[in-house]
T-cell receptor, first 115, second 114 residues
Framework: GAGVSQSPSNKVTEKGKDVELRCDPISGHTALYWYRQSLGQGLEFLIYFQGNSAPDKSGLPSDRFSAERTGGSVSTLTIQRTQQEDSAVYLC?????????????FGSGTRLTVV | AQSVTQLGSHVSVSEGALVLLRCNYSSSVPPYLFWYVQYPNQGLQLLLKYTTGATLVKGINGFEAEFKKSETSFHLTKPSAHMSDAAEYFCAVSSMDSSYKLIFGSGTRLLVRP
């Protein structure tokens, strides 16, 4: 597509429920990133996918968080047993192979509210 | 570990005034540096970047930034603020342990007064 698409744009869930957030990157972009943006804070790196390589999961805050990327394209971030501290905007970004020369292209994010 | 510090969570300027948003980073090697802008309810948009070469880089919407190695700074400036510049601005640096991971500052919200 023309840009990075994320869905849903807003999600309200009850504490303890599981949620799935979806990211559809720019066609042809091999790299895909998930970041979390909490109120008043910067962006926190969560996970990175590059082609068929093993993902870098070093930023995932707990084992309740997982992500997958199917067919090198769409990615799903899953949060199990959501907690109130999971409330944040979850941003997805993608990039071509020349990562640092072009930077990332971000989606509009999913605002997750855990009540 | 690398870090990025943005001084001032909020900066307020009058329309037509100079915009100066400060960014300092910690790195023992020259990093790649980026400024992103986030308008309300939108994702982040790349304003400009420094990778190599000329230390004064120009970006979109009249913004520019200068990489100063001696000061480990990459401040963002614009000579004359416009109402449409009101947004949140993030400075980011490439991670030393990975060429693909960006470390972001906590952001500065720019307010433009009429």
């Amino acid at each position: 597509g023309a840009g990075v698409s994320q869905s849903p744009s807003n999600k309200v869930t009850e504490k303890g429920k599981d949620v799935e957030l979806r990211c559809d990157p720019i066609s042809g972009h091999t790299a895909l990133y998930w970041y979390r943006q909490s109120l008043g804070q910067g962006l926190e790196f969560l996970i990175y996918f590059q082609g068929n390589s093993a993902p870098d999961k070093s930023g995932l805050p707990s084992d309740r968080f997982s992500a997958e990327r199917t067919g090198g394209s769409v990615s799903t971030l899953t949060i199990q047993r959501t907690q109130q501290e999971d409330s944040a905007v979850y941003l997805c970004a993608s990039s071509s192979s020349n990562l640092m020369s072009h930077g990332y292209t971000f989606g509009s994010g999913t605002r997750l509210t855990v009540v | 570990a690398q870090s990025v510090t943005q001084l001032g969570s909020h900066v307020s300027v009058s329309e037509g005034a100079l915009v100066l948003l400060r960014c300092n980073y910690s790195s023992s090697v020259p990093p790649y540096l980026f400024w992103y802008v986030q308008y309300p309810n939108q994702g982040l948009q790349l304003l400009l970047k420094y990778t190599t070469g000329a230390t004064l880089v120009k970006g979109i919407n009249g913004f520019e930034a200068e990489f100063k190695k001696s000061e480990t700074s990459f401040h963002l400036t614009k000579p004359s603020a416009h109402m449409s510049d009101a947004a949140e601005y993030f400075c980011a640096v490439s991670s030393m342990d990975s060429s693909y991971k960006l470390i972001f500052g906590s952001g500065t919200r720019l307010l433009v007064r009429p």
